[in-house]
């Protein structure tokens, strides 16, 4: 606003109050009222240039246009300016005492492979404390125990004799490269003497990472028969024999799986809200697994019968001793088996595509 249109509002506005003054004392109230609104609207008139209330009072500048320099009289571009990367900062440099940072690290090989055969052991031995442990979860303070309850004392001690009596193990170990370096897997072969008389396979592999020894995989293999199948035998099996040995391994395999699935069923059943629950109620609530008969023993009778047809498919029928127990009766049954297997030859060798067997000479808690 322009001094001379401030000076003429501030007059009127004047003018205004005191013909205002006039009218409230000659009682005209409402012209009164109205002269008064009328003033003080002109006396608080903004001024003729309105603004945005987003706008700034700083000049605005286009970035994506030159503009004159004060300073030197020369254009610069602003877009050149921020393009323009920042000063790198000079690299530190290493004194010559400094050791030389390497690229690699490489460890070498152990100059014994003692190192790795304590590892193996102390790992067999820490397995084994855990097979021993998950076997007593198995078994309450009134599991019946050799056809008599037993206290968990009393089998704890009856199975570490068991197991500690005469284990032999052997290790075959391959270290691979002369030389190892972080990320190498370590293949071992291991072989343990059950003191059952049987033998349980196991191949380890062992990553050797940063110094340390770090077990990645353990694949346990079937339990064999010592007596009737040599340890590590280098002579190349016939097709029937590695059939044979394909099937039983399959079925070696399937009885220890039922047997331990019907163990971990029933300590799962016998523990009841914290509590170990009584024989009597476990027989009062007629679980399935009350019924069921897993096979503790099982051993072949006489030979497997092998027939081969066109080199595709193939036949086995062979006879097995079983014992069987239901764990809360504590009833056994024994008997013979005769089992038929069918193979097929595929892409990937022979798989089993059929088995069936028929129970003879069944026998009830015999003695």
């Known amino acids: 606003m322009s001094g001379a249109t401030r000076l003429f509002a501030v007059l009127f506005a004047l003018a205004s109050v005191l013909y205002g003054i006039r009218l409230f004392r000659s009682g005209r109230w409402m012209q009164f009222l109205l002269i008064l609104v009328l003033g003080i609207l002109i006396a608080l008139k903004p001024s003729g240039t309105r603004r945005n209330h987003f706008q700034t009072s700083a000049p605005i500048v286009h970035h994506a246009t030159p503009f004159q320099s004060p300073v030197r009289n020369r254009q610069v571009d602003l877009r050149r300016i921020q393009e323009r990367p920042p000063p790198s900062r000079p690299e530190p440099r290493l004194s010559s005492s400094s050791p030389p940072v390497p690229q690699t690290t490489v460890i070498p090989a152990p100059k014994s492979r003692e190192p790795l055969i304590r590892f193996i052991h102390r790992y067999l031995e820490v397995f084994e404390k855990k097979e021993i442990d998950g076997l007593l979860e198995f078994y309450s303070d009134w599991l019946l125990f050799n056809g008599k309850p037993e206290t968990k004392a009393t089998i704890e001690s009856a199975l570490r004799d068991y197991w500690n009596t005469n284990p032999q193990k052997s290790l075959a170990i391959d270290l691979g490269a002369h030389q190892l370096e972080d990320e190498d897997l370590i293949v071992v072969n291991a072989s343990e003497d059950l003191p059952n008389g049987k033998r349980r396979e ?62 971990r069923g029933y300590n799962e059943y016998v523990t009841y809200f914290g509590k170990t629950r009584t024989f009597n109620e476990i027989k009062k609530d007629k679980s399935d697994y009350l019924e069921k008969w897993p096979v503790l023993e099982e051993e072949l009778s006489g030979p497997v019968k092998v027939s081969i047809r066109s080199g595709e498919f193939a036949e086995l029928e062979f006879e097995t001793n079983f014992t069987t127990r239901n764990l809360a009766n504590n009833e056994w049954r024994t008997g013979t088996i005769h089992n038929k297997y069918t193979l097929v030859k595929g892409d990937e060798g022979w798989r089993i595509t059929a088995q069936s067997g028929d129970v003879r000479n069944l026998r009830k808690n015999p003695d």
């Open 202 to 263: 196991r191949v380890i592999q062992v990553l050797f990472n940063e110094g340390r020894w770090l077990v990645t995989s353990d694949k346990i293999e079937p339990v064999t028969n010592t007596r009737t199948e040599p340890h590590r035998s280098t002579q190349t099996l016939s097709l029937r024999d590695r059939l044979k040995k394909l099937v039983l391994d399959t079925r070696r395999a399937e009885v220890a799986r039922d047997l331990e699935g019907s163990m």
